[in-house]
């Protein structure tokens, strides 16, 4: 499969325009928002910059997901066997040529024939997993053209916005955090005092974002801690230019309590991070085949010896030099040289990826069609954090070792979250070996956080109908269970090993496709010849010991109910030359495509653009008020027509309408209930909590219900874009805010909401019901009246018809086309185009910013 083909150059861009667009609203958020605060003229509201800046990770990780192909991932706790598994992956078809390499024709050392992965790359490790990098596995003509062969393996490095997020979980999971929380007013009294101390001319744009990010990240992981808004750390580094020392001492107070040890490694790979930048490509090196163990080792060897090794029997780090190629930072090796200083664990702590290329013709057929069809990926396993009197939090990181824990730490709790929220990982392998679930609640978090992002939050897990689900599991560690005993196995064992999992991932494995239905993709894995025995080896041990284990892993009901064609599943394990591998390769390349991740991306960056435009569009102040009264009143003549083009398909649309613009149970609580939550010490509360209800209620509430109603039914047959009704919805609220109506919807409510009784549940009940009723009655009738609203003067599309006379009125015969609908289109037909205009007002006033937005939206306007 090559990548990138045409229609992935196609969702690169769109991806890229798409994430320039949320990037330069948040700029026009932090330039001009506090001007218009400060005038109270049209404030953008706080949900709306939040939702800005969410907006704008999510398209910074469909614009990396674009830039890379379609992936399958192994992934586990740490120590399940994945080093092993890609080993078995990665066994040559023939002993005589290695697969590893991007070209045979260029010989050494762009390729060896006897390189090896499980000798020559994969440390030697013992209980210490690996360093914290994802490995792909991928094709040459995946690979980046000016990537010099010689240095074959590319080293994709982190971003200064993801060596933060990196750091700070690290902290949060590996040290003792302080007491304190991060409410508005300590952010605010930090960022007065590193103004004073470390003062700036002007906001660095890349630091606000980076911090920006990282606070947000850390939000969702410990809201505890991080309690104040995203918005409101944004005003404050709008407010308060720092200069580069300011900023870093910022990250330090926000994210590691101002560790100075950490703050030190934060600048020292932050420069690297900064020396090795590119504007030709993203940030990476590049490094010979030698290197590659010693950025995989997290014991930080320095020199590694293999005598088996038909390449590499000795090598040292002090034999690589990091030096400047053909616009490249690559990793050089000289053997014997000795005068090499390159800081291994700065290099180690600032790489995200370690790309290996991949020969697929020289794999066995199995992994040959997976590799051809997608890159494979091996994700740094789950760890349990630092707990209990033996392993408390730390108090300080004095030494690099522990410095790089910390760093490790906080890599292996990111890169997956990172990797699944750029839908890097279509399908995903999960590895369990008995004994070794102490990370039950990270598992179960993952695997649900990896299986909403796949299918939807509102499809996984009780929805997904796929007959092969994207989730593998396997069972590693099976001979060790009953090897090196005297009892011969029962089917108890197999009871517990399933029992294990269906306690740590709960829903997945108990209702997987629906209530009840148990997920049945579950497969034993074996490693002949390392953990598990092969042929030769169980021959001479006792047969008889696996005989059994076969009897009582078919006879488990645990077995049956939770592993599809276990009898198979068995035995094709039990193959030395397979261990159950081929089957889970076969079911990877069935649901593992190409077109499915680009479908699931168009549809994902068309939905974050329409997003930002609606949010963002609804902040413009049109100068010329006659052109505004004109959008309305189209808008308003869209729905109509729409509503009145298909007979047979209005009570459809119009309830369509009804469940969307409508106040649903639940909905109207901090309205109803608002006398009795909020102060009243700065005067009646029900203005203000009407004003933000509508604004919630025309820019989330009705777009995703839209959203969502329309993608569950086709009843309506040609649904109303929501590029439509996005703006419809805000000009209705626009009109419900005029101050007639706005004025008369608060005499309604007020007596509703401060309603009287001695029976607190009875008031409750009867305040949100009416208040519901009230609210539904205005948003469809709309307005307080059902007579006709009447033009003030002729609209320009009026005058250049005439009489303005519109054939799609619906007029009082017409109940015989819409039947019992007639009275709502009649009225809606009367009402809504002069109902919307009104929203527009009589005189404009240009908040600050204003031109400034439209030049942002003008390539985006139709």
Same mark, same amino acid.
């Given at each position: 499969?090559?990548?990138?083909?045409?229609?992935?150059?196609?969702?690169?861009?769109?991806?890229?325009?798409?994430?320039?667009?949320?990037?330069?609203?948040?700029?026009?958020?932090?330039?001009?928002?506090?001007?218009?605060?400060?005038?109270?003229?049209?404030?953008?509201?706080?949900?709306?910059?939040?939702?800005?800046?969410?907006?704008?990770?999510?398209?910074?990780?469909?614009?990396?997901?674009?830039?890379?192909?379609?992936?399958?991932?192994?992934?586990?706790?740490?120590?399940?066997?994945?080093?092993?598994?890609?080993?078995?992956?990665?066994?040559?078809?023939?002993?005589?040529?290695?697969?590893?390499?991007?070209?045979?024709?260029?010989?050494?050392?762009?390729?060896?024939?006897?390189?090896?992965?499980?000798?020559?790359?994969?440390?030697?490790?013992?209980?210490?997993?690996?360093?914290?990098?994802?490995?792909?596995?991928?094709?040459?003509?995946?690979?980046?053209?000016?990537?010099?062969?010689?240095?074959?393996?590319?080293?994709?490095?982190?971003?200064?916005?993801?060596?933060?997020?990196?750091?700070?979980?690290?902290?949060?999971?590996?040290?003792?955090?302080?007491?304190?929380?991060?409410?508005?007013?300590?952010?605010?009294?930090?960022?007065?005092?590193?103004?004073?101390?470390?003062?700036?001319?002007?906001?660095?744009?890349?630091?606000?974002?980076?911090?920006?990010?990282?606070?947000?990240?850390?939000?969702?992981?410990?809201?505890?801690?991080?309690?104040?808004?995203?918005?409101?750390?944004?005003?404050?580094?709008?407010?308060?230019?720092?200069?580069?020392?300011?900023?870093?001492?910022?990250?330090?107070?926000?994210?590691?309590?101002?560790?100075?040890?950490?703050?030190?490694?934060?600048?020292?790979?932050?420069?690297?991070?900064?020396?090795?930048?590119?504007?030709?490509?993203?940030?990476?090196?590049?490094?010979?085949?030698?290197?590659?163990?010693?950025?995989?080792?997290?014991?930080?060897?320095?020199?590694?010896?293999?005598?088996?090794?038909?390449?590499?029997?000795?090598?040292?780090?002090?034999?690589?030099?990091?030096?400047?190629?053909?616009?490249?930072?690559?990793?050089?090796?000289?053997?014997?040289?000795?005068?090499?200083?390159?800081?291994?664990?700065?290099?180690?702590?600032?790489?995200?990826?370690?790309?290996?290329?991949?020969?697929?013709?020289?794999?066995?057929?199995?992994?040959?069609?997976?590799?051809?069809?997608?890159?494979? *990926?091996?994700?740094?396993?789950?760890?349990? #954090?630092?707990?209990? @009197?033996?392993? &408390?939090? =730390?108090?300080? $990181?004095? /030494?690099?070792?522990?410095?790089?824990?910390?760093?490790?730490?906080?890599?292996?709790?990111?890169?997956?979250?990172?990797?699944?929220?750029?839908?890097?990982?279509?399908?995903?392998?999960?590895?369990?070996?008995?004994?070794?679930?102490?990370?039950?609640?990270?598992?179960?978090?993952?695997?649900?956080?990896?299986?909403?992002?796949?299918?939807?939050?509102?499809?996984?897990?009780?929805?997904?109908?796929?007959?092969?689900?994207?989730?593998?599991?396997?069972?590693?560690?099976?001979?060790?269970?009953?090897?090196?005993?005297?009892?011969?196995?029962?089917?108890?064992?197999?009871?517990?090993? *399933?029992?294990?999992?269906?306690?740590?991932? #709960?829903?997945?494995? @108990?209702?997987? &496709?629906? =209530?009840?239905? $148990?997920? /049945?993709?579950?497969?034993?894995?074996?490693?002949?010849?390392?953990?598990?025995?092969?042929?030769?080896?169980?021959?001479?041990?006792?047969?008889?010991?696996?005989?059994?284990?076969?009897?009582?892993?078919?006879?488990?009901?645990?077995?049956?109910?939770?592993?599809?064609?276990?009898?198979?599943?068995?035995?094709?394990?039990?193959?030395?030359?397979?261990?159950?591998?081929?089957?889970?390769?076969?079911?990877?390349?069935?649901?593992?495509?190409?077109?499915?991740?680009?479908?699931?991306?168009?549809?994902?960056?068309?939905?974050?653009?329409?997003?930002?435009?609606?949010?963002?569009?609804?902040?413009?102040?049109?100068?010329?008020?006659?052109?505004?009264?004109?959008?309305?009143?189209?808008?308003?003549?869209?729905?109509?027509?729409?509503?009145?083009?298909?007979?047979?398909?209005?009570?459809?649309?119009?309830?369509?309408?009804?469940?969307?613009?409508?106040?649903?149970?639940?909905?109207?609580?901090?309205?109803?209930?608002?006398?009795?939550?909020?102060?009243?010490?700065?005067?009646?509360?029900?203005?203000?909590?009407?004003?933000?209800?509508?604004?919630?209620?025309?820019?989330?509430?009705?777009?995703?219900?839209?959203?969502?109603?329309?993608?569950?039914?086709?009843?309506?047959?040609?649904?109303?874009?929501?590029?439509?009704?996005?703006?419809?919805?805000?000009?209705?609220?626009?009109?419900?805010?005029?101050?007639?109506?706005?004025?008369?919807?608060?005499?309604?409510?007020?007596?509703?909401?401060?309603?009287?009784?001695?029976?607190?549940?009875?008031?409750?009940?009867?305040?949100?019901?009416?208040?519901?009723?009230?609210?539904?009655?205005?948003?469809?009738?709309?307005?307080?009246?059902?007579?006709?609203?009447?033009?003030?003067?002729?609209?320009?599309?009026?005058?250049?018809?005439?009489?303005?006379?519109?054939?799609?009125?619906?007029?009082?015969?017409?109940?015989?086309?819409?039947?019992?609908?007639?009275?709502?289109?009649?009225?809606?037909?009367?009402?809504?185009?002069?109902?919307?205009?009104?929203?527009?007002?009589?005189?404009?006033?240009?908040?600050?910013?204003?031109?400034?937005?439209?030049?942002?939206?003008?390539?985006?306007?139709?």
């Amino acid at each position: 499969m090559a990548f990138p083909d045409e229609r992935d150059r196609n969702l690169i861009r769109h991806a890229e325009r798409v994430e320039a667009l949320a990037t330069d609203l948040c700029e026009w958020l932090a330039r001009f928002n506090p001007s218009r605060r400060a005038v109270d003229l049209l404030p953008i509201a706080e949900s709306d910059e939040f939702e800005v800046l969410k907006l704008r990770r999510l398209a910074g990780n469909l614009f990396t997901s674009a830039k890379v192909p379609v992936a399958a991932a192994v992934y586990g706790p740490s120590q399940v066997g994945k080093s092993l598994f890609m080993g078995q992956v990665l066994k040559p078809h023939s002993e005589a040529f290695s697969p590893l390499g991007r070209d045979e024709q260029h010989g050494e050392p762009a390729y060896y024939k006897d390189l090896s992965f499980d000798t020559d790359l994969n440390p030697q490790s013992g209980s210490n997993e690996a360093t914290a990098l994802v490995t792909r596995f991928t094709t040459k003509d995946r690979i980046a053209a000016s990537v010099s062969p010689e240095f074959p393996v590319m080293v994709r490095a982190l971003t200064r916005a993801e060596w933060l997020r990196v750091l700070a979980r690290g902290f949060h999971v590996e040290c003792k955090t302080p007491d304190r929380s991060w409410q508005q007013a300590q952010v605010e009294e930090l960022f007065e005092e590193l103004s004073r101390n470390h003062p700036g001319r002007e906001v660095d744009r890349k630091w606000r974002m980076d911090l920006l990010d990282a606070f947000s990240y850390m939000r969702n992981v410990d809201r505890r801690g991080f309690p104040a808004k995203e918005a409101v750390l944004s005003g404050l580094i709008s407010r308060y230019p720092l200069s580069e020392e300011g900023y870093q001492a910022a990250a330090a107070a926000l994210f590691w309590d101002n560790w100075q040890s950490l703050t030190n490694l934060f600048i020292r790979i932050s420069g690297f991070l900064a020396r090795i930048s590119s504007a030709a490509h993203d940030p990476a090196i590049l490094t010979h085949w030698a290197g590659v163990r010693f950025l995989l080792d997290s014991q930080r060897s320095k020199v590694h010896e293999r005598r088996i090794s038909k390449c590499f029997t000795h090598v040292a780090w002090n034999d690589f030099h990091l030096r400047e190629r053909d616009g490249w930072y690559v990793l050089e090796y000289h053997p014997g040289s000795g005068n090499g200083t390159e800081d291994q664990e700065i290099i180690q702590a600032g790489m995200l990826e370690l790309v290996m290329p991949i020969l697929p013709h020289r794999l066995n057929d199995d992994w040959r069609r997976v590799i051809e069809q997608m890159d494979f *990926l091996d994700v740094p396993g789950m760890r349990a #954090g630092r707990q209990g @009197a033996e392993q &408390g939090k =730390r108090t300080a $990181a004095e /030494t690099i070792d522990e410095q790089m824990e910390i760093v490790k730490r906080g890599k292996v709790a990111y890169l997956f979250e990172r990797y699944t929220e750029e839908l890097q990982i279509q399908t995903l392998l999960l590895l369990s070996r008995g004994g070794n679930l102490e990370v039950t609640a990270q598992m179960k978090y993952h695997i649900d956080k990896w299986g909403k992002a796949r299918y939807g939050e509102k499809t996984w897990p009780l929805r997904v109908r796929d007959e092969v689900p994207a989730l593998f599991i396997g069972m590693t560690g099976i001979d060790e269970e009953f090897r090196n005993r005297e009892e011969y196995a029962d089917k108890g064992l197999y009871e517990q090993r *399933l029992g294990q999992l269906v306690d740590a991932l #709960g829903t997945v494995m @108990a209702d997987f &496709g629906g =209530r009840g239905k $148990a997920f /049945t993709n579950t497969y034993p894995i074996r490693y002949p010849g390392t953990w598990d025995t092969s042929r030769e080896q169980r021959e001479s041990e006792d047969p008889e010991k696996w005989n059994r284990a076969r009897k009582a892993f078919l006879g488990s009901e645990m077995v049956r109910a939770y592993m599809r064609s276990a009898e198979q599943r068995w035995d094709t394990a039990m193959r030395d030359d397979d261990g159950g591998l081929s089957l889970i390769s076969a079911g990877i390349r069935a649901v593992t495509t190409a077109e499915d991740k680009q479908n699931q991306l168009q549809r994902e960056i068309l939905e974050i653009k329409n997003r930002l435009l609606q949010l963002s569009r609804d902040w413009v102040v049109d100068p010329d008020a006659n052109i505004d009264r004109e959008k309305r009143i189209a808008a308003a003549r869209k729905v109509v027509d729409w509503l009145v083009s298909d007979e047979s398909a209005v009570y459809y649309r119009v309830h369509a309408l009804q469940e969307s613009l409508g106040v649903e149970d639940g909905d109207e609580l901090s309205l109803a209930d608002c006398a009795e939550t909020a102060s009243k010490r700065h005067g009646d509360p029900l203005p203000r909590h009407l004003r933000d209800f509508l604004h919630q209620w025309a820019t989330v509430s009705v777009p995703k219900r839209w959203e969502d109603y329309t993608h569950a039914h086709d009843d309506g047959g040609r649904w109303l874009d929501p590029g439509d009704m996005n703006p419809f919805t805000r000009y209705l609220r626009d009109y419900l805010l005029t101050e007639d109506v706005f004025d008369d919807l608060l005499k309604r409510l007020g007596p509703v909401v401060n309603l009287k009784t001695r029976d607190e549940a009875a008031r409750r009940r009867a305040r949100r019901k009416y208040t519901r009723i009230i609210m539904n009655d205005y948003v469809m009738n709309p307005g307080p009246s059902m007579t006709p609203i009447p033009a003030p003067q002729k609209t320009a599309e009026e005058r250049e018809g005439g009489d303005g006379e519109r054939g799609d009125q619906v007029e009082s015969g017409d109940s015989t086309r819409f039947g019992l609908m007639a009275g709502f289109l009649r009225r809606w037909s009367e009402r809504l185009p002069q109902a919307l205009a009104l929203g527009a007002g009589e005189h404009v006033q240009i908040p600050p910013g204003n031109p400034e937005l439209i030049e942002v939206l003008e390539p985006y306007e139709k």
